[in-house]
């Protein structure tokens, strides 16, 4: 089991609608959680980080958090094609050095 | 300007060759980290470091190696570069906090 897993994707959605992005870890102790959104070629920028159960939001962008099962989600609100992007999960551990172990991301394609 | 810098941005070698990437930050950050992405596979750690004096390997540090000249300067060397370390190269700096910030990356091609 990959301690980090995310779907692939393509995830294709219409321009105005939300996109739901999942992500499952296996380390029961993480602390912290991280939406990074990767444009081909370009770097990892962070979007989002969240720390306790249940929502966090930031403008079009919801992060959820459920612990107990192991899940963190990504939603985008009235999606725009400039959103299209992949999409990393990234965890930390439960103690000591902040070592984030990624996910393999999932492409969004927001179509016009 | 940038807050983590890379250089060179892109870099083609031949097999053999010796290679250094270099990352500078002005986030005033102690911990570096650099990072290899190949498709498919994700982001990988390679090296990280909590400050000058502390450096560790990651999972892949086979092959590498690095240096951290300064709480800003943190240099990724490959000493003899094989076909199968071409890859998109990431450094990224942190603070206390969990959250790294990335620079924009070198693009590495091993002939």
């Known amino acids: 089991q990959k301690e980090v897993e995310q779907n692939s994707g393509p995830l294709s959605v219409p321009e105005g609608a939300i996109a739901s992005l999942n992500c499952t870890y296996s380390?029961?102790?993480?602390?912290?959680f991280f939406w990074y959104r990767q444009y081909s070629g370009k770097s990892p920028e962070l979007i989002m980080s969240i720390y306790s159960n249940g929502d966090k939001e930031d403008g079009r962008f919801t992060a959820q958090l459920n612990k107990a099962s192991q899940y963190v989600s990504l939603l985008i609100r009235d999606s725009q094609p400039s959103d299209s992007a992949t999409y990393l999960c990234?965890?930390?551990?439960?103690?000591?050095?902040?070592?984030?172990?990624f996910g393999t991301g999932t492409r969004l394609l927001v179509s016009p | 300007d940038a807050d983590v810098t890379q250089t060179p941005r892109n870099r083609i070698t031949k097999t053999g060759k010796r290679i250094m990437l270099e990352c500078s930050q002005t986030k005033g950050h102690d911990r570096m980290y650099w990072y290899r992405q190949d498709p498919g596979l994700g982001l990988r750690l390679i090296y990280y470091?909590?400050?000058?004096?502390?450096?560790n390997k990651g999972e892949i540090s086979d092959g590498y190696s690095v240096s951290r000249q300064a709480q800003a300067k943190f240099s990724l060397s490959l000493e003899s570069a094989i076909p199968n370390q071409t890859a998109l190269y990431f450094c990224a700096t942190s603070d206390t906090d969990d959250t790294q910030y990335f620079g924009p990356g070198t693009r590495l091609t091993v002939l």
């Open positions: 990234a965890v930390n551990g439960r103690t000591g050095f902040q070592k984030l172990v």
């Open positions: 380390d029961r102790g993480s602390q912290s």
């Open positions: 470091s909590f400050d000058v004096k502390d450096i």
